[in-house]
C-alpha cells in the first residue's frame, strides 16, 4: 500500500513539464503569504479610515484637540472637532473600518504564528531567511542595496534563492514590524493595558503607542510598495506563478 | 487507487467530524463561561468574538491604570455637541435637583433613585484615562458610586448577565456584562476633578468604564435595565459591542 501511493506520487510528478518549470515555495509559505497579503491590505485600509477620524499624533500619555500636537497630517478628518485647517468634514467610516482592523489583526496574528512555527522546524527560516545562508558581508548588502535603489532586474539566480537584502528584509518585516505593530496596538487597547500596564508604559504611555504603531505603519508600506516593484521588475508574471503555484519557470536547465 | 480515495475520505469526513464537534464543544464550552459576546455574529463575530473572550480570561481580575494627580490633564477634551432637549434643558436650569435614575429588569426593587440620594451613597475617586475610538485621550479624576453598590442595593437577581444603561439623549443607549458591571472601577460619576460632573463632560451622571473605549462611558445616565438578554436592545451603532479593543 505505501509502495502504491509513492509510485503514484512519482508519476504525478514525472507527468509535469519538469524539465521548465521546478518547485520554488512550499505550500504553507503561499498560503501564510497570500492570507498575510490580504490582511495587510484590510488592516492599512482600515488603518487609514480609522486615522482620519483624528489626523494628529501626540508622544507621551495624553493628548486631544485641546492640546498641542507631535505633528499633524495634512489631510481633513472625518470629525468636525478636529481643527485641521480645512473647511469640510470627510465622511465616518470608522464602524466598518474597526471591525475590519480587528478581524484582520486576528488573521494576521493566527497565520503568523502558524509561518514562524512550521518555519523554525520546518528549517524555512533557516534554511531561506537566515542571511549566512546567502554570505551575509557587507559588499553582498551594499550591492544588493544598490540594485535595489536602481530598482534593477535581478539575476536569474535570485528567482530560486533570496539575496542579502531580501533575507534581511523579511526576517526585519517578520520579526521586528509585525511584532511592533501588534505590541503598539495592544498598548492602545484600555483592558490589555490593565493586565499588562507595562506595554503602555515602556513606551513612553498611550499616544507614543499610537504614534510608533502610525510609524511601523507606514514602514510597512514602503516594504509593500519596493517588495511589490521588485516583484514586477523580476518576471512579474514567473514570480506571482511561483508564489500561487509554489512552481517556477528556469531559464537555465538545471537551476 | 480507489482504496487510496475510501481511505482519504474516510480521514477526511473523520477529520472534518471531529473539528465539527470541537468547535460545537468550544462554543459551548464557551457560553456557559460567558465567552461569547451579544454580537458574535456575521462577517466580523469571529474577531469580536476572539478579542471578548480571550479578554474575559485575562482581565478577571485587572484594574484599569491609575495615574498620579500630577498627570491630570489640564485640558480634559469634550466633543459634546450642543443637544435640545426639554426635559434636560428645565432640570439644568434648577440644577439637576430633579435628576433621576430609575432602576429595572430583573431586579427585586425596581427604583427610582434620586442625585441626591446617589451623592450619598459611598463614592469613590479614581483618577484614569478616558481613551476614544478615535485616538484622542485625557486623564481626569472621577468621582462616583461603584455601579456594584447600586446593583446591590436594589437586588439583581442571579440570571441577571447586562446592564443596559440609557442617556437622557433620545435613543442613546448602551450595555456592559456583569462582569464589567460589577468591576469596582465602574463607576456613576457626579464628579470630576474635585468638582461637581461638567455638563460638558456628562454631568450630572454619567456612567465610566474605565477598561473600555470612551464610546461604553455614556452622559447623562437616567437609566438602568438589568437583564438576561440584549435581543430586544439592538446595539448602538455599528461599533463593536465590547469595546475593550
Known sequence: ?255 | MSNLSRRKLITTGLAATAGASGLAVAARLADRYGLIPPDHGGVYGAGTTLTYASHRLLTRHSLAREFAPSQISKAPFAKLRPFKNEAFSRMRDSGFVDWRVEVDGMVARPSSISLAELRSFPARSQITQLACEEGWSFIAEWTGVPLSHVLSAVGTVPEARYVVYYSIQPNWWHSIDMADALHPQTLLVHGMNGAELPIGHGGPLRLRIPRQLGYKSVKFITRLTITDSLERFKKGGNYSWYAGI
Not at chain 1, 488603518?47 to 489631510?75: A, K
Not at chain 1, 516583484?231 to 519557470?249: E, K, L, Y
Request: aromatic share 10%.
Open chain 1, 1 to 255: 500500500m505505501q509502495k502504491h501511493m509513492a509510485d503514484s506520487t512519482w508519476s504525478l510528478v514525472d507527468a509535469a513539464p519538469a524539465a521548465t518549470v521546478a518547485p520554488r515555495h512550499s505550500a504553507l509559505v503561499r498560503i501564510t503569504h497570500w492570507i498575510t497579503a490580504l490582511c495587510l491590505l484590510a488592516l492599512l485600509l482600515s488603518g487609514i479610515e480609522i486615522v482620519i477620524s483624528h489626523p494628529r499624533f501626540y508622544w507621551g500619555e495624553t493628548g486631544n484637540p485641546m492640546t498641542p500636537s507631535l505633528f499633524d497630517l495634512p489631510i481633513p478628518a472625518s470629525r468636525p472637532w478636529v481643527n485641521t485647517g480645512y473647511a469640510f468634514v470627510l465622511p465616518d467610516q470608522n464602524g466598518w473600518s474597526r471591525n475590519l482592523h480587528f478581524e484582520a489583526a486576528w488573521a494576521v496574528i493566527f497565520t503568523g504564528l502558524a509561518y514562524v512555527i512550521s518555519g523554525l522546524f520546518g528549517g524555512h527560516l533557516r534554511k531561506n531567511l537566515v542571511p549566512a545562508g546567502a554570505g551575509l558581508t557587507r559588499r553582498a548588502l551594499s550591492k544588493d542595496i544598490a540594485n535595489h535603489l536602481r530598482f534593477r532586474r535581478p539575476d536569474a539566480a535570485e528567482a530560486w534563492s533570496y539575496n542579502v537584502l531580501q533575507r534581511v528584509t523579511y526576517l526585519l518585516v517578520i520579526f521586528v514590524l509585525f511584532p511592533l505593530a501588534i505590541w503598539t496596538g495592544l498598548a492602545m487597547s484600555p483592558a490589555i493595558v490593565s493586565v499588562f500596564p507595562f506595554l503602555a508604559t515602556v513606551l513612553g504611555g498611550l499616544q507614543s503607542a499610537r504614534t510608533i504603531h502610525f510609524f511601523v505603519s507606514v514602514l510597512l508600506v514602503l516594504f509593500l510598495l519596493i517588495h511589490v516593484i521588485m516583484v514586477c521588475r523580476a518576471g512579474f508574471s514567473n514570480r506571482m506563478r511561483a508564489m500561487i503555484t509554489g512552481r517556477a519557470a528556469s531559464r537555465n536547465e538545471n537551476p
